[in-house]
């Protein structure tokens, strides 16, 4: 799809102009004369990619026209769209007030293509890749739903602010289908399962996965017991046609989907106290025969006296009967493995034990496509899990990754065990990947050292030593660990060792200049990713397009401001921290 980008200029001249160049290379341009017509295209629901915006324009201006776009986002309810300001002035008064006020960047007028170009993309690339990883951390892998955090987070706003229903849906025996077919099926089951809750449930509900065979859906508008029980009955007449499909017509297990429901806002808007109450439901629904529903009624649920103080124990050991931990690694989400693994060091610290942590990474050999080699990476999960022993623990950190917790393992002895573990993938038919092995051994005597704010490091070169004194001066106060060169051979022989977040490198200087020690870091291995920025004297734009082409992030022109400084390579640092967590 192509990149949509609004430009808002009052300068008929430099609409044509922009509008031709990024035309011309294959982005959709919608032109507009005013800040107030761009603030009417976007309440008329179009959503672009970038905002073109020159600052000074009659009427509303572009720091105006900016605050008034981000209320207006706030309103409609869309997250906030990226912002480039056009402008002729150079002064870095200007540029200190656009970034404070949230721009992503600035292109002077009159245009450069190539600049302009590169400008862009280098915008709404960082945008889509921040866009990815925030879809990664709100989303279950295996489902395509919202996680257990962005769940609740989704379902608070939903209950605080619309009618309708909140359900909570459980797949019952599911532990079978795992116990009985394995985890693979388990898996093909659960994937189904999400298709169906999808295809069932009305359009624009918003659906979770909050623990292994447990979700949570508001369904907006649903207000009636004849439309839940209606959703109900489809759900598990779909659900045993698939499964019979997975597993065989006389698979032989009672697998079904009991609902617990409660209406919003009938019985209020909080969604800590409505899941509650749609949990109890369930419950009513699992004590009698499940594959069923249960709506809430606040006059037939109330607790009898003797029930009121005490936990219900029999449903605790319902839940914990149809959750029985198999002979087999304990495998976590991201969300809940957290919390288990610092229990887990406290108590290795406590009694005087000592694990090992293995990080297992997989890497396709045949070339197969994307789907392909995740269905590798999945079964490869199942077998190390199957593998393992109930005392260890294990979660998936990415589709090709696996991070594991062994206990009671000789430090001598992970070898025979790790070894073990990959010849049996291999005989099992495990072709078309290779393994790599990580591994720490970890104990009592140990302890990890609580880790430490990340301090940002920046890596300055340039053979001007008042600069280069005054870049370190300035970035350490703000917090950043610096390290300073004053050419770009010592910079080259420094990245050989070390790796630093952000690279701040002067255009001219003696032997080697900035260019070509950027062309020659780009082929120094783990160093070609490092964001560079460029400190130049000069103001021309053959010299930032030649940077720009290099891959540089952005300029900052010399003798620069402190503090404007600080807040760029501020953004460009957290910008690729963002990019590295995932």
């Not at 703000?478 to 050419?487: L, N």
Request: charged share 25%; net charge negative.
């Amino acid at each position: 799809m192509a990149i949509h980008i609004f430009v808002a200029d009052d300068d008929a001249v430099n609409l044509q102009v922009a509008n031709h160049i990024l035309s011309k290379n294959g982005m959709q341009v919608t032109a507009l004369s005013s800040g107030t017509a761009l603030l009417s295209a976007l309440r008329q629901n179009a959503m672009p990619d970038l905002i073109l915006l020159d600052i000074k324009m009659p009427e509303m201006d572009g720091f105006e026209t900016l605050k008034r776009l981000r209320e207006t986002e706030k309103a409609l309810g869309i997250p906030e769209i990226p912002v480039i300001f056009l402008t002729a002035d150079d002064t870095a008064d200007t540029e200190k007030h656009g970034f404070e006020a949230g721009v992503s960047d600035y292109i002077r007028k009159p245009f450069d293509p190539d600049i302009l170009l590169r400008r862009v993309h280098n915008v709404v690339s960082k945008e889509k890749r921040l866009h990815t990883l925030r879809t990664e951390a709100d989303t279950d892998m295996l489902t395509g739903f919202l996680n257990k955090s962005a769940a609740s987070r989704a379902m608070s706003e939903l209950c605080a602010s619309d009618i309708g229903a909140l359900l909570m849906i459980d797949l019952d025996s599911f532990k079978l289908v795992n116990d009985l077919y394995g985890h693979k099926t388990g898996d093909d089951v659960l994937i189904s399962f999400a298709a169906i809750l999808r295809s069932v449930l009305p359009e624009g509900s918003r659906i979770g996965r909050i623990g292994g065979d447990e979700f949570i859906a508001f369904v907006s508008g649903m207000q009636t017991t004849d439309a839940i029980a209606a959703v109900t009955k489809q759900i598990n007449a779909e659900l045993v046609a698939k499964a019979k499909e997975l597993m065989g017509e006389e698979m032989g297990i009672p697998l079904g989907a009991s609902v617990g429901a409660v209406l919003v806002p009938q019985h209020g808007d909080d969604y800590e106290a409505l899941f509650r109450l749609a949990d109890k439901s369930l419950y009513t629904v699992k004590k009698n025969g499940k594959h069923s529903f249960s709506l809430y009624q606040a006059d037939t649920a109330a607790e009898s006296p003797a029930d009121a103080g005490s936990p219900d124990i029999g449903r605790l050991s319902e839940i914990l009967r149809e959750r029985a931990v198999p002979n087999e690694a304990f495998q976590l989400d991201k969300d809940a493995f957290t919390p288990v693994y610092r229990y887990f060091m406290r108590y290795i610290i406590r009694n005087h034990l000592s694990f090992w942590q293995v990080m297992f990474t997989l890497h396709t050999t045949d070339c197969t496509g994307e789907a392909s080699f995740k269905e590798r990476c999945d079964a490869f999960g199942a077998h190390i899990r199957e593998s393992l022993r109930k005392s260890d623990i294990l979660m998936r950190s990415r589709v090709n990754q696996y991070f594991a917790v062994l206990t009671n393992i000789c430090k001598d002895s992970l070898d025979t065990v790790t070894g073990k573990l990959l010849r049996s993938w291999e005989q099992s038919g495990g072709s078309g990947i290779t393994v790599s092995v990580e591994s720490k051994y970890v104990s009592y005597e140990e302890q990890p050292q609580k880790p430490q704010k990340h301090d940002f490091h920046i890596a300055v070169a340039d053979d001007d030593e008042i600069s280069l004194r005054l870049a370190g001066t300035v970035l350490s106060k703000a917090g950043f660990r610096v390290s300073a060169m004053k050419s770009g051979k010592a910079l080259l022989n420094y990245l050989a060792e070390h790796k630093p977040d952000v690279l701040l490198i002067d255009v001219q200087m003696p032997d080697l200049d900035g260019f070509e020690t950027v062309r020659q870091i780009q082929a120094i291995p783990g160093a070609s990713e490092i964001p560079v920025v460029f400190l130049t004297a000069s103001d021309d734009s053959e010299t930032e397009r030649t940077g720009m082409q290099l891959g540089a992030e952005d300029f900052i022109r010399k003798p620069f401001l402190p503090e404007l400084l600080i807040r760029r390579i501020r953004r460009i640092a957290e910008m690729s921290a963002r990019g590295s967590e995932k």
